[in-house]
């Protein structure tokens, strides 16, 4: 049968029609009011318009990003680690200035390094991640299971070698000998648990390869405890430790690297004796180390007998001799096994540390007690040697610090050390510190050196601000002179100890070592010194200052915006702002770059590379300026954030990054003028084929005026007739995220563009709070903030959630008990109630929880006892029988910064009151989920959570059902 015109063209308009509302998911029907639904069919409109796709789990798990980033020191090859948040890391070896495919792919690399001559390049090589995925699943775990390898690059010739079982490895500075050690070389000849207890020397040994990079020639030390390559620019030596256990010959050695055949001198050997701490000086072929003999010491315990050892390969005179012998040490003192040497940059004075006998003796009781007679037989009716196998803690109200904070400390305790000091011209050691004064800053100068002790304010630092005294020690003789009392804040002493720099009361000091008087350097200046954006209820801090100059001839400090120049000695009273007033006349907010990391000042009129990021607009550009010359030039600007990376040693070429939201922060390479750029890696191609998002900087006021910003990420092809379901995220400060491009991860965080892509707005609000009023100035901040996304009409009323960690967390929690705008809420980690939080303890370091409320990031500002009143006003348990927003409360239930059982607190209030919560508790987990099978868990679940409640999605069975505990 034949069809006319008309009935043709009228099939065809139906036909069209029908594929028309079927791309927007509406098949013709009356279009939905949920937004939830609008939303879906505005995403599938964007997939068609675009060819993009939202990113998967999956997609974020193959995400890469850059880390261990180097430039060779002639600025001709670029070396960096391409990590996806999943998988087989690869390492990334580039030929600047060549072509731009990549030189070299190492895969599963990490830790690369490239020798001083730019010629090889090395990397660890990691196990295969499906190797790495059965480990995680044994309940046993056996590090050899998981021994790297190494992989050597000859850029010369592309050759790539393999070396097995490789745990670490370095380069000489002469470039010609690579070393690389394997793992523990005893573990076979004494097996793990055969060592003697008191012979834990023997698991550190291992296996050191010593390889002459041209000849291929390679050398193997077996049995070796410590190893040193001289950093001297020569690079000549190579010292090793031999431990063959006790009874055994032990030695010290050297190998001279100048000579393809590295013949090997004995320094040292004695049966039973320890060489440890091997240490060169950075300016001659000094090596400083400890030896250590066995002795029989107090309660039949063993212990060593220690002195500080030099030896010099330079020829000197007194070549090989005991610089600390033990007969020297001060009465009731000793030189400990684990020290920390260090030389000074002139190689003239060389800090060691010495430790009170009595300290040594209660760690060593710790690590080694037993109950048997002396005959080895265990006494069962002896009072003492039951009353060893008690586990009783004393608190003491008076104790300095708490025991959990004791416990925590106990690492640091076992290794402390009081610096002292070794003369080389006299030939003469001068004690330092003592168990008053416990604390030395190393000096580069030969006089004086600043050393501080908290002492006095151990258990007021457990509620307060952290204070310490700060005294000035003449190296010569070890005398102290106190310079500030109850201080809080850093000291920095010039580079040739003439000054002392601090910051107190809102101004910055200047301390004339030599006339022993401070003088106040920003008093006549108007311009702000302490931080403007301070909401603590402590004294307001300053910004800190850059560093000195070349000769202790200036001091250079921090505004928030601009840099100045403070002069020393005959030009006191002379200073300049090198940026010239440009930053807080723009916003800008300048800082240096150190293009050297080593350099401890400044030199006279150095040319100064700047970043200066944009307090109002969010962006970073690059400056030039100079040492002692006001004034800055732009060299690189655009509405990017820009990163430095590193600079060539021997060449003017950097390293640096750009990105913005949709900008991955790929590798740039430049000169310092900013002349050349390029754009070297592409580490994330497949980013192009996904759906992203857009960013918007808005403002607004809170509800006391206060003007506020906020980051606004809008799906990609946004449609303004649209309404779109929106997640809030927040903490403190995010608008700087303007032109941040976001970790693509899973974690705990949401996954921005993970959002963006699934058709969400994003909404990272800056918050402003006030002291003793966290929750209210916190709601008075964000509400107007939300308020405004649904004037302007981007945010669907009925379809907003908060998302909050840790800080974050408690204001999600407090927020909602306060208003019931938001559809949905998910606070990790949160405290619910101050009241109890208070007097909790932080186990991760074991302090109490006082400081948190009374002087820290809670902002009560008062004890529990001066104003409860305060602490049950901002305390959401108080306030949850007002909650109507269902909420997803996230916690470890080893969290050791806020007590898990806060979020307890929550869950059981909420359940009394018959409110709709859920906890997910992690087992085994911390503050920040761990585990990468928690983080996608909880990824999963908070999707779920919020698509059921913003986009009325079904909810799972998790939500519904709930699951049942079953032994695991």
């Not at 400081?851 to 348990?877: A, D």
């Not at 869950?907 to 085994?924: G, S, T, V």
């Amino acid at each position: 049968m034949k069809m006319n015109n008309d009935k043709k063209h009228d099939i065809l308009l139906i036909i069209v029609l029908a594929v028309f509302f079927s791309l927007l998911g509406l098949s013709g029907q009356e279009q939905p009011k949920q937004t939830t639904q609008t939303t879906q069919s505005t995403q599938s409109g964007a997939e068609v318009k675009t060819g993009k796709h939202p990113m998967s789990l999956q997609d974020i798990m193959k995400f890469k990003t850059i880390k261990e980033a180097l430039i060779s020191d002639d600025g001709r090859w670029l070396v960096y680690t391409a990590q996806p948040d999943r998988g087989n890391s690869e390492v990334m070896v580039y030929r600047l200035g060549e072509k731009k495919e990549p030189y070299e792919r190492i895969s599963r690399g990490k830790s690369p390094a490239i020798s001083r001559d730019s010629r090889w390049i090395a990397s660890l090589i990691t196990p295969d991640a499906p190797i790495i995925l059965e480990f995680e699943k044994k309940k046993k775990k056996d590090a050899t299971e998981l021994q790297a390898d190494m992989k050597l690059l000859d850029t010369a010739t592309g050759n790539l070698n393999t070396f097995e079982n490789v745990k670490s490895f370095a380069f000489a500075e002469n470039s010609q000998w690579l070393t690389y050690r394997g793992y523990a070389s005893n573990k076979e000849k004494f097996g793990q648990n055969q060592i003697k207890k008191d012979d834990q020397w023997s698991k550190r040994t291992f296996i050191l390869t010593l390889r002459h990079l041209a000849s291929q020639r390679e050398i193997r030390i077996e049995n070796v405890l410590y190893y040193a390559l001289e950093p001297s620019p020569s690079g000549r030596y190579l010292v090793y430790s031999i431990y063959n256990g006790e009874g055994q010959k032990n030695g010290l050695y050297v190998r001279d690297l100048s000579t393809p055949a590295a013949p090997e001198k004995t320094l040292h050997s004695e049966i039973d004796a320890l060489y440890t701490n091997l240490t060169w000086s950075k300016t001659n072929s000094r090596l400083a180390y400890i030896l250590h003999r066995h002795n029989e010491a107090a309660k039949n315990k063993k212990t060593f007998s220690s002195g500080l050892w030099v030896w010099s390969g330079d020829g000197v005179k007194d070549k090989h001799y005991s610089a600390v012998p033990r007969k020297n040490i001060p009465k009731g003192w000793m030189i400990p096994a684990e020290n920390k040497l260090q030389w000074s940059e002139d190689g003239e004075r060389l800090f060691f540390g010495f430790k009170p006998y009595d300290e040594y003796l209660q760690v060593l009781e710790a690590l080694d007690g037993h109950n048997s007679d002396s005959t080895g037989n265990t006494d069962i009716y002896n009072i003492n040697g039951i009353l060893e196998k008690r586990a009783v803690d004393v608190w003491r109200s008076d104790d300095p610090i708490i025991i959990p904070q004791q416990k925590k400390e106990w690492e640091q305790f076992r290794k402390r050390i009081y610096p002292a000091v070794y003369h080389f011209q006299v030939k003469q050691f001068i004690p330092l510190t003592d168990k008053i004064i416990p604390e030395l800053q190393i000096p580069e100068n030969p006089d004086v050196a600043l050393s501080s002790s908290d002492r006095p304010y151990l258990k007021e630092n457990t509620w307060d601000d952290h204070y310490k005294d700060y005294y000035l020690t003449y190296l010569s003789s070890g005398f102290r002179s106190k310079i500030l009392t109850r201080h809080q804040y850093d000291v920095s002493l010039s580079p040739r100890g003439q000054y002392v720099v601090y910051y107190k009361d809102k101004h910055w000091y200047l301390y004339d070592v030599r006339l022993k008087f401070p003088r106040r350097i920003t008093g006549g200046i108007e311009t702000p010194f302490y931080n403007e954006d301070h909401d603590f209820p402590n004294a307001v801090p300053g910004y800190g200052i850059a560093g000195w100059t070349e000769n202790d001839r200036s001091v250079l400090i921090y505004d928030k915006y601009d840099i100045w120049e403070f002069y020393t000695g005959s030009n006191a009273n002379k200073f300049i702002c090198l940026t010239e007033g440009l930053g807080r006349k723009n916003s800008l907010i300048f800082r240096i770059q150190k293009l050297d990391p080593e350099a401890t000042y400044f030199r006279e009129n150095e040319k100064l590379l700047l970043t200066a990021y944009s307090d109002e607009e969010k962006y970073t550009a690059f400056y030039r300026g100079e040492v002692g010359k006001p004034g800055v030039e732009r060299t690189l600007h655009g509405k990017k954030k820009f990163t430095f990376l590193r600079k060539a040693r021997k060449a003017d070429r950097i390293i640096y990054t750009r990105e913005d939201f949709g900008e991955f922060p790929d590798i740039w390479v430049s000169d310092l003028s900013f002349k050349a750029l390029e754009k070297v890696t592409d580490v994330n191609p497949q980013k192009e084929e996904f759906l992203w998002g857009a960013t918007q900087l808005i403002e607004w006021k809170s509800l006391n005026g206060t003007g506020l910003q906020g980051v606004v990420i809008k799906p990609e092809n946004y449609d303004s007739s649209k309404r779109y379901p929106v997640l809030v995220y927040w903490y403190r400060f995010f608008s700087d995220r303007l032109y941040e491009f976001s970790d693509i991860k899973i974690d705990q965080y949401p996954c921005l563009p993970y959002y963006a892509g699934h058709g969400y707005v994003i909404f990272l609000p800056d918050i402003r709070l006030q002291v003793g009023q966290p929750g209210n100035s916190a709601f008075g901040c964000l509400v107007p903030g939300v308020q405004k996304l649904i004037e302007i009409g981007i945010a669907d009323p009925k379809a907003i959630a908060l998302r909050g960690h840790s800080w974050g967390g408690y204001m999600t929690a407090f927020i909602i008990t306060q208003t019931n705008m938001f559809a949905a809420a998910v606070a990790g980690a949160p405290v619910a109630n101050m009241t109890s939080a208070y007097s909790g303890i932080r186990w991760q370091n074991g302090m109490p929880r006082q400081f948190q409320y009374e002087k820290g990031q809670s902002r009560i500002g008062k004890s529990l006892w001066e104003n409860p009143e305060l602490y049950i006003e901002n305390s959401p348990v108080f306030f949850a029988h007002r909650i109507e927003t269902p909420l997803l409360i996230e916690f470890g239930n080893n969290d050791g910064v806020v007590p898990w059982q806060q979020g307890i607190e929550l869950y059981l209030a909420m359940r009394r009151l018959n409110k709709n919560c859920i906890l997910l508790e992690y087992n085994d987990e911390g503050h920040y989920l761990d585990k990468y099978a928690d983080r996608l868990d909880f990824t999963i679940k908070m999707k779920e959570f919020l698509d059921h409640y913003l986009k009325g999605t079904p909810a799972p069975n998790w939500m519904v059902k709930g699951v049942p505990y079953r032994k695991k």
